[in-house]
């Protein structure tokens, strides 16, 4: 009848195909189309995220039981993964342009030598292309607080709420039967009223009266002090009482998507150019530092196709992608706050004990910039039983980075009696000569074979090996560094560790049985070996290492300019020297039977067992 088959009886992964019928009926609430990745089992949403963090921003998905972040996203075979190796998406958590998706597949298991890069999933779309008719599409959605209730600390009213999120598409012929066109834009705005309830010392505290007794306000403490919003809400004790204040929330976000395409005979070219611009104003614990969240993302896809007999097909694919996401602070004081750190233009943070962190964000203006260059070959062979798949891949990486996470300083009280006194515990931050920018460079190399060869009528076996390795990542002014002996008393200038890529050789196998011969009924299995090749996100974390950029904590620090000449201990985030390749072995055998009524049942088992994964420790911890 024309429609695709409910049973697999050719491969052995484990997969999905999101097609155009399902995009355009399910109901998705803000129209993010990686949401129908959760149709998939195995794929289950990363909750820990809060819609505004730089380093965990998107919907994070865990497929095959695997980490978040060693997903591959793809857009017509071009990288959409950033810095961090976050999923597709924006500073609004969100990934437009439904209207331009085709389709895309979720691939979860045992997949094929020709993906790679990373161990989880791979999440590839497809764009739409114009035909000879000229056709197009219009949209908006609307939403409101009409029928919202009041929060219960919404004393001040109920806050108000908009969002529109609207566009459309237009597509059609330049020249009939040869040259097509396809544009699209969608545009999501977003006002967004939220009642923020934190804690402030309460008035007898601010005159230096606690229930223990009169501790006074130091001098130095007093400026400080004055900036804390007075109480609105109950008391808590202890000097401390609720302070609710109202916030408005915006968010703008433009997503524009164009693509051409060419085809005569044997010979198809296409050119897609994305762009993707978000702006996202955001509260933190106090109203005097609120925050924007922004990301600027753009990908650029250019493919030619050629038959080059009536048994091959040669792809060559050329890409850019260039990721951007960053934030930028404010310190709306009421009166001028001297910086901790001298030359710094705003003031740090204030941690104490029973309160919230007190202060701009500590990561500050981060950016996050990351470009890649690619060019990818496939080959497609057909001979007699076997269908033979090679191809290669080279990426480049440029990795910018602006960090300067603990550069304001971080002063930390035990509680409120000590900060009135001005006594703190220690002070944390990046010295005013510390450098917290680095510009890695490395470069991603992949080649792969695979058959699949029809054994039987019946019988389909596949095989395939890929090697890829990446070229070390070095920042282009020397500033790297790592501690190969931990007992050493200083790091050691140069590469952060030694690269474990070089054996990274990944075979795939899997067979599919077709039981009875009719397409109905099918045993399948696989199994795969799967390396976390880029690990790019791991390396923000060593921006803070020294001699570039040491971050010392000083005990018994004077407030609020510490002495570093009195610095202590010099924190550092060293990566294993001797580190080895994170690597996953995945695996599935199941049955499919289709039924009635268009209806398929699958009945397997998926599984996966990880080595060397990548985690954070503590070295200095007590035993």
Not at 535 to 557: D, F, G, K, S
Request: charged letters at 20%.
């Amino acid at each position: 009848d024309g429609r695709l088959p409910l049973v697999n009886t050719s491969s052995s992964e484990l997969s999905f195909l999101v097609g155009a019928d399902i995009i355009a009926t399910l109901p998705l609430n803000g129209r993010n189309y990686t949401e129908l990745a959760l149709l998939q089992p195995g794929v289950l949403a990363f909750p820990h995220r809060d819609g505004g963090s730089v380093v965990a921003h998107g919907l994070g998905m865990s497929v095959n039981g695997q980490d978040p972040r060693a997903n591959i996203y793809l857009i017509d075979g071009t990288l959409q993964n950033d810095f961090t190796n976050g999923p597709a998406g924006s500073a609004a958590g969100t990934a437009l342009g439904m209207e331009t998706v085709r389709e895309f597949r979720v691939e979860t298991n045992a997949y094929s030598a020709e993906f790679g890069r990373l161990a989880g999933g791979q999440i590839n779309v497809l764009t739409k292309s114009g035909a000879n008719r000229l056709s197009g599409s219009a949209f908006e959605y609307h939403r409101n607080d009409a029928l919202d209730a009041r929060n219960y600390f919404d004393a001040l009213g109920k806050p108000d709420f908009t969002r529109n999120q609207f566009g459309g598409t237009l597509g059609g012929p330049l020249i009939r039967n040869q040259l097509f066109f396809f544009a699209g834009y969608e545009a999501l705005i977003e006002r967004l009223g939220k009642t923020i309830s934190t804690i402030v010392p309460d008035d007898n505290a601010r005159l230096g009266i606690l229930p223990s007794g009169v501790v006074g306000v130091n001098a130095a403490v007093a400026p400080y002090l004055a900036e804390f919003p007075r109480a609105n809400g109950p008391a808590l004790g202890q000097g401390l009482a609720v302070y609710n204040f109202p916030f408005d929330q915006r968010l703008d976000e433009n997503y524009v998507q164009g693509r051409v395409d060419y085809g005569t005979g044997t010979r198809q070219a296409f050119a897609r150019y994305t762009f993707d611009d978000t702006e996202q104003f955001l509260p933190t614990d106090y109203p005097q530092f609120p925050r924007t969240f922004v990301s600027r993302n753009q990908f650029f896809t250019g493919e030619y196709r050629e038959v080059l007999s009536a048994a091959t097909l040669n792809t060559a694919r050329l890409s850019f992608s260039r990721t951007r996401i960053g934030q930028e602070v404010e310190a709306n004081t009421s009166q001028p706050l001297a910086p901790f750190v001298p030359g710094r233009t705003i003031m740090g943070d204030i941690d104490i004990g029973g309160l919230r962190r007190f202060g701009p964000q500590s990561s500050v203006d981060v950016r996050l910039v990351q470009n890649v260059f690619a060019f990818q070959n496939d080959l497609v062979h057909s001979r007699g039983r076997h269908l033979i798949k090679a191809g290669a891949l080279v990426e480049h990486y440029q990795d910018n980075m602006v960090n300067p996470t603990f550069s304001l300083g971080i002063y930390a009280f035990p509680n409120l009696s000590a900060f009135l006194r001005n006594v703190p515990n220690n002070f944390v931050g990046l010295t005013p000569e510390a450098q917290f920018d680095r510009y890695w460079r490395f470069t991603l190399f992949g080649f792969y074979v695979q058959d699949e060869y029809r054994l039987t009528p019946t019988l389909s076996v596949n095989g395939g090996l890929r090697y890829e390795f990446t070229t070390m990542p070095e920042d282009i002014y020397g500033r790297d560094s790592s501690l190969p002996d931990l007992t050493a008393s200083e790091p050691t200038v140069g590469p952060l560790y030694q690269n474990p890529t070089y054996t990274n050789i990944s075979p795939r196998m899997g067979a599919a049985w077709d039981v009875f011969g009719d397409g109905k009924t099918s045993v399948r299995g696989g199994y795969g070996l799967y390396f976390n090749t880029t690990n790019q996100q791991n390396l923000i974390v060593t921006v803070t290492n020294p001699p570039a950029t040491p971050r010392p904590v000083i005990v018994n620090p004077t407030f609020p300019t510490p002495d570093f000449s009195r610095a202590g201990a010099i924190s550092m985030r060293p990566v294993q020297f001797d580190i080895d390749s994170p690597r996953v072995h995945v695996f599935n055998v199941n049955l499919q039977r289709e039924l009635w009524w268009r209806t398929a049942l699958t009945v397997g088992y998926a599984g996966s067992r990880g080595r060397h994964l990548l985690r954070s420790g503590d070295v200095n911890t007590a035993r």
